[in-house]
Every structure is written in structure tokens, then in C-alpha cells.
């Protein structure tokens, strides 16, 4: 009977039928949410809130928003709490051993963004210094669950960055009394960081770039959460305060053919689908064959989640999400290159995937083969794990220790190359209206009377 039917868990299309707008509908995910026109005016009122009664503002959003109490003098967490944070033994050896592969991932990082000189023409030189910028807030986020994974992602490239001043916020977890999840405290001591507050998000993230009584302000803040803390990010560009764009609702792509093993497709697929209802998980694929098979071991998977991450999970393979048949490897690429997805996974042939992965340019991260899951991405590989969402891997990258150095370019030249560059030099001067440009360089030149 069709009422007894089993209702597929993936939303189902072909790329090619899709028209324009219905392709555009299927790419845009998650800033609707971020960019809210209620939900940027009650933002923009907190951080308002903030910038001008301080502590009390942070304390009262607290309250409010996560049912926590505190007093100001709660915000700071101590170096005696950081210092006594412990964790099962097994947990702390993972998270040792997730800090050692992330360092030396963006050791390598550095290594790469060595100072360099070049000589532009005779007797000009130029080149770049590489340093840290002065300060950074880092946001971990708590509430759907607690992420010290988020911790160390972020605390690990700010401190091989050598960044001077690093401060980590994150929420209290729920109904914990306002105590912070521990393991996250010792990523804090196991890196070094020692100034560490408990706060509502965005109103923290309003403190970080504000200041107050309590809490010291930075010149940049990063770190992913709900649309909520995306728009206070955003929010806080407005008052100078240095943000990445954007790090909303996790979601992923994975790229399949027929030689991809259904079961570990499925389980790969809920890697991402089980973070919220806000997710978004696409698969695509050559094979109408594979997606009936994955659905069928997705409903199965899925019946051994617990209902909230089920839930989740169903919202994100299904009205967010879902899977698209595509008729050619270079017809997945453009469609994963135009999603644009913060994590991409590859599971096609062999003789394949390398072809395949030449032709992807948009993603935060590109995972290769089915013994390459998003789950080792996110917590253990080394490359980075807070990455670009919405759309935004078209222009930006995941958070290295890239994401905290600045560059400052610097030049010599002798007399000989000013010289030889002076004619081009007055010429586009005198261009676009700027006498005194022409004449620092012509008054240097001129000869001289007699005295």
C-alpha cells in the first residue's frame, strides 16, 4: 500500500532539470538566518547593551539567554580553575594527541609564510615581514554540546602564530550551574592560555571587542556558532573588530560514484547531519543505484542515534540537504565548486579521484577517500576544522595560523632606481591631480643655485 511506503530520508534531484532558481535555492543555506532583519536588530541592541553598561550588560545576557547567574567577578575563570580541570585519562590523551598533529600542521603553516625580498628593478628591493596580530578572542561555543575540539582548534594556530595576547570565551553548559565543560579548560592549560571567561556568546563577543570591567578587549575574534554568534561577529565589524566570514551551520558535500561502499557513505553522510537542524549535508553522485542504497542504510543508521541527533540529521539530509544525480564526474565538481561547502569529502574510483580532486577549487577542506571521514577532519587529521560555511569557501579559508599573522610589505630604493622611476612617477601624479606627489619628486632632482 502506498501509505505504508517507507518515506526516503534524502530529498532527491537532478542537477541538470533543476532550473537556474531552483539551483540557487538548493546553494543558499544559512544566511537568511544569520542575516535576520529581527535577529540583527535584537544583536545589534545587546552589543549596544554591552558597549555601554559593560559587566552588568554581559551578566544580565547571561541570565536571560542561558538561564545562568553570575556576578561580574564569576566572568574570569581562575587560574586555580584552569590549573585543577581534569578530565578522564583517555580523553586527555586524545586531546594531547589532537594538539601534536594540529601543531604540526600550522608549524608547516609558518613555514610557509616566511618573510621574503625580492629585487623589483636595480637598486629597488622590496618584500614582506610576517608577524602576529596583537591580540585574539577565541570563541568556543556550548549549549547543543560541548566542543573542546573548537578550543584547540582555534587556540593551536593562534599560538604557533605567536599571537601575544589570547583570550577564549565560551558559554557555561546548560544546566551545569554556570560551570564550563573541563576538557575545555585543559586545552586551555595544555596550550597556555590563561585568560578564559564564561559568557552569553554574542554578548561576550561584544565584551572581547569592547572591553569591560571584567574582561580585556581584542583586535580580532573568531571562532563558529549559531546565527545568533555569527551575527554579533558581523555586528562588531562595524566597531573595528576583525572577524572571519563566516562560520555558521556546519554542513558537507560528498561526491560518490558506484565504487563507494554504501554503509560507511551513510555513516559519512551523518558525520555533519547529526549537529543540528540548521545543518546541511549533500551528497553527489553519478549513481541513482547508490542513492537508493545509501537512503535505505541512512534510515537504518539513523534508528540507532538518539532522537535529537536523528532529528537533526533527518532535517539535514532532507529539506536542507539531500542528494543530487549528476551525469559526469565534471558536472559534480561544477556542482560541488558552486555549493562551495565547508567540508567535501571524495569517494569515487581510484582512477578517478585524482582527476576529480584537480577540479575542485570551493571548499573549506577536501577529505580523500572513505578512510578519510569528516570525523577525523573535525577532530584529530591536523587541517583545519573551523571553516568557511554558506558559501564563503569561494573567497576565504579555514582558521590556520594564516588567520593570525599580518603582513607588512616594505621597500629600499637607492637614488639610481628613484631616478629611473621618476618620469612614471610624475607622470601619474600629475594623472589624477596630485602636484605634491609630483613634487617630492621633482624637488629632489632639481639642481641647485649657487649659495
Not at 570565551?169 to 590563561?194: F, H, S
Not at 537508493?292 to 534508528?303: F, G, H, M, P
Amino acid at each position: 500500500m502506498a501509505g505504508s511506503e517507507r518515506r526516503s530520508v534524502l530529498r532527491v534531484s537532478e542537477w541538470h532539470v533543476l532550473d537556474e532558481a531552483e539551483r540557487q535555492r538548493f546553494c543558499a543555506r544559512g544566511l537568511a538566518e544569520i542575516f535576520d532583519p529581527a535577529l540583527r536588530t535584537s544583536i545589534a541592541d545587546l552589543v549596544d547593551d554591552v558597549r555601554q553598561n559593560g559587566d552588568e550588560a554581559v551578566c544580565r545576557a547571561l541570565a536571560k539567554f542561558d538561564g545562568v547567574s553570575l556576578r561580574p567577578d564569576q566572568l574570569a575563570i581562575s587560574a586555580e580553575a584552569i590549573a585543577s580541570a581534569s578530565v578522564p585519562t583517555e580523553l586527555e590523551a586524545a586531546l594531547a594527541h589532537a594538539i601534536t598533529n594540529l601543531r604540526t600542521f600550522n608549524d608547516v603553516v609558518m613555514e610557509q609564510a616566511a618573510d621574503w625580498t625580492a629585487q623589483i628593478e636595480p637598486g629597488l628591493s622590496a618584500g614582506e615581514r610576517v608577524s602576529p596580530i596583537s591580540s585574539a578572542g577565541l570563541f568556543v561555543p556550548s549549549g547543543k554540546a560541548s566542543y573542546p575540539s573548537v578550543a584547540y582548534q582555534l587556540g593551536v594556530p593562534a599560538v604557533v602564530a605567536g599571537v601575544p595576547d589570547i583570550a577564549l570565551l565560551v558559554p557555561p553548559q546548560p544546566g551545569a550551574g554556570g560551570e564550563v565543560d573541563p576538557a575545555v579548560l585543559v586545552v586551555c592549560r595544555m596550550l597556555g592560555i590563561t585568560r578564559v571567561y564564561r559568557a552569553n556568546g554574542p554578548a561576550g563577543i561584544a565584551a572581547l571587542g569592547f572591553g569591560t570591567e571584567s574582561i580585556s578587549p581584542v583586535r580580532k575574534i573568531v571562532g563558529p556558532g549559531s546565527p545568533a554568534v555569527t551575527c554579533a561577529q558581523v555586528e562588531m565589524q562595524r566597531h573595528g573588530v576583525a572577524t572571519m566570514m563566516l562560520l555558521g551551520p556546519t554542513e558537507s558535500l560528498v561526491i560518490a560514484d558506484d565504487s563507494a561502499d554504501p554503509v560507511r557513505l551513510a555513516a559519512d553522510l551523518l558525520i555533519e547531519a547529526e549537529h543540528g537542524t540548521d545543518s546541511s549535508v549533500v551528497l553527489v553522485t553519478t549513481s541513482t543505484a547508490l542513492v537508493t542504497r545509501v537512503d535505505a542504510e541512512l534510515e537504518r543508521q539513523l534508528a540507532a542515534l538518539p532522537d535529537v541527533r536523528a532529528t537533526a540529521a533527518r532535517a539535514s539530509l532532507g529539506p536542507n540537504g539531500g542528494a543530487v544525480i549528476v551525469r559526469s564526474l565534471e558536472e559534480a565538481a561544477a556542482v560541488a565548486n558552486r555549493y562551495a561547502p565547508e567540508h567535501l569529502q571524495v569517494a569515487v574510483a581510484d582512477r578517478d579521484t585524482d582527476r576529480l580532486v584537480d577540479m575542485l577549487v570551493n571548499a573549506g577542506e577536501i577529505l580523500i577517500g572513505q578512510d578519510t571521514p569528516f570525523s577525523a577532519g573535525n577532530f584529530l587529521i591536523g587541517c583545519p576544522a573551523s571553516l568557511p560555511t554558506s558559501g564563503f569557501a569561494h573567497v576565504s579559508s579555514g582558521i590556520t595560523a594564516a588567520a593570525f599573522l599580518k603582513r607588512t610589505a616594505w621597500a629600499k630604493a637607492n637614488e639610481a632606481a628613484l631616478r629611473h622611476m621618476a618620469p612614471s612617477i610624475v607622470t601619474l601624479a600629475q594623472h589624477e591631480g596630485f602636484p605634491a606627489h609630483a613634487n617630492a619628486i621633482t624637488n629632489r632632482f632639481e639642481k641647485k643655485g649657487p649659495t
